[in-house]
């Protein structure tokens, strides 16, 4: 269900941006950032992010914390003390993380313009 509506939300914000881009003025494709290759990949790239940030990644998340929730709670009845040792890694996973988001999203702004470049048509 996750999936069906991050590709309606897809859908809806597609067909949006591509009624306001089509509502813009003539002088407004005369610049250089909004030429034909740019809007193209622009459409094609922006609402797939959003999906990939709404709709299958929200049941990732859900799924994700259920297990670690009903893992804690497993653990702390077999085994409270390796539980807490588990828990103290926490900190670090999530750092790990988001240390990978971060050199994930550095290294996709720096090749937005080598996409857009391949877009034209």
């Keep these: 269900m996750f999936a069906y509506s991050g590709e309606n939300l897809t859908k809806r914000l597609r067909s949006k ?3 306001a881009i089509l509502r813009q003025e003539i002088a407004y494709f005369d610049q250089a950032e909004h030429k034909t290759g740019a809007l193209c990949t622009r459409l094609a790239t922006e609402a797939s992010a959003v999906q990939g940030a709404s709709g299958v990644r929200f ?3 859900f799924q994700n914390f259920s297990a670690l929730g009903i893992s804690l709670i497993i653990g702390f009845v077999y085994s409270w003390q ?3 040792l588990t828990i103290a890694f926490f900190p670090l996973i999530i750092f790990g ?3 990978q988001i971060r050199v994930t999203t550095a290294f996709q702004s720096k090749n937005q313009p ?3 470049d391949a877009g034209k048509v």
Excluded: K, N
Aim: hydrophobic share 60%.
């Design 82 to 84: 390796l539980t807490l």
């Design 114 to 116: 080598f996409i857009e």
């Design 97 to 99: 993380t988001y240390a």
């Design 17 to 19: 941006a591509f009624r």
């Design 59 to 61: 049941g990732f998340f």
